[in-house]
T-cell receptor, first 112, second 110 residues
Framework: KNEVEQSPQNLTAQEGEFITINCSYS?????LHWLQQHPGGGIVSLFM???GKKKHGRLIATINIQEKHSSLHITASHPRDSAVYIC??????????????FGKGTHLIIQP | KAGVTQTPRYLIKTRGQQVTLSCSPI?????VSWYQQTPGQGLQFLFE???????NKGNFPGRFSGRQFSNSRSEMNVSTLELGDSALYLC?????????FGPGTRLTVT
C-alpha cells in the first residue's frame, strides 16, 4: 500500500464546478505539499501545510493531522486549472525529515 | 529572483553511457533535492544536498550520485545507463520546507 494515497485518480468536470481532491497518508509527517504539474512537466508548489487551512485565490487546502488527511479545493473551476495535482509529504524522522514522498496524482480536466 | 534552472533540458543517451545533469538553485537557497519522474513509478526522491553535504538519500542504486558545490549549484550523475533510467529528472531548491522546482531534464536512454 502506498504511503500517500490520492483520490480520485481522474476527474473531469465542467467549468464553474467546485472541485475536491483528497489525500490520505499513513506515516507521520512534518509537512504536506500540494503540487500542480502542467503538460510539459513543470511543477509548481501550490501550498505547504502542517496544520489548519490555507487559501490562495480560488484554491483552498486543508489538513487534519489526527485523521492523516488533506483536501485541495478549487472554487469556480476554469479550463486553465486542468493539470495533474500531486500530494506530497515530508515524512517525519528522528533527525528531521526525509525527502518528499508523493501520491500518484489526480488528473483534472475542466471542460468549457 | 531568477527561478531554478536545469541543464540540459533534453538529453538522449545510449545504454551503458553515463550522464551528468546540472541544477542551479534560487539565490540564497542552500538545499537542493533531486527527483525522478517516470510513468510507472511516478515521482520519487533521489537525494538532497545541503551546504555541500548529502543530507538524505532515497532508495536508488549506487549508479545514481550527486554533489553540491560551494555556490549551492548541484549536479547529479547516472553511470552505466539502463533503459529504465529514461525519465524526467527534476531538481528543487529550498530555503526551508518550501520546494521550488526547476523545469526538469528529460533523459531518454536508447
Amino acid at each position: 500500500k502506498n504511503e500517500v494515497e490520492q483520490s480520485p485518480q481522474n476527474l473531469t468536470a465542467q467549468e464553474g464546478e467546485f472541485i475536491t481532491i483528497n489525500c490520505s497518508y499513513s506515516v507521520g509527517i512534518s509537512a504536506l505539499h500540494w503540487l500542480q504539474q502542467h503538460p510539459g512537466g513543470g511543477i509548481v508548489s501550490l501550498f505547504m501545510l502542517s496544520s489548519g487551512k490555507k487559501k490562495h485565490g480560488r484554491l483552498i487546502a486543508t489538513i487534519n493531522i489526527q485523521e492523516k488527511h488533506s483536501s485541495l479545493h478549487i472554487t469556480a473551476s476554469h479550463p486553465r486549472d486542468s493539470a495533474v495535482y500531486i500530494c506530497a509529504v515530508f515524512k517525519y524522522s528522528g533527525g528531521g525529515a526525509d525527502g518528499l514522498t508523493f501520491g500518484k496524482g489526480t488528473h483534472l480536466i475542466i471542460q468549457p | 529572483k531568477a527561478g531554478v534552472t536545469q541543464t540540459p533540458r533534453y538529453l538522449i543517451k545510449t545504454r551503458g553511457q553515463q550522464v551528468t545533469l546540472s541544477c542551479s538553485p534560487i539565490s540564497g537557497h542552500r538545499s537542493v533535492s533531486w527527483y525522478q519522474q517516470t510513468p510507472g513509478q511516478g515521482l520519487q526522491f533521489l537525494f538532497e544536498y545541503f551546504s555541500e553535504t548529502q543530507r538524505n538519500k532515497g532508495n536508488f542504486p549506487g549508479r545514481f550520485s550527486g554533489r553540491q558545490f560551494s555556490n549551492s549549484r548541484s549536479e547529479m550523475n547516472v553511470s552505466t545507463l539502463e533503459l529504465g533510467d529514461s525519465a524526467l529528472y527534476l531538481c528543487a531548491s529550498s530555503p526551508g520546507w518550501e520546494q521550488y522546482f526547476g523545469p526538469g531534464t528529460r533523459l531518454t536512454v536508447t
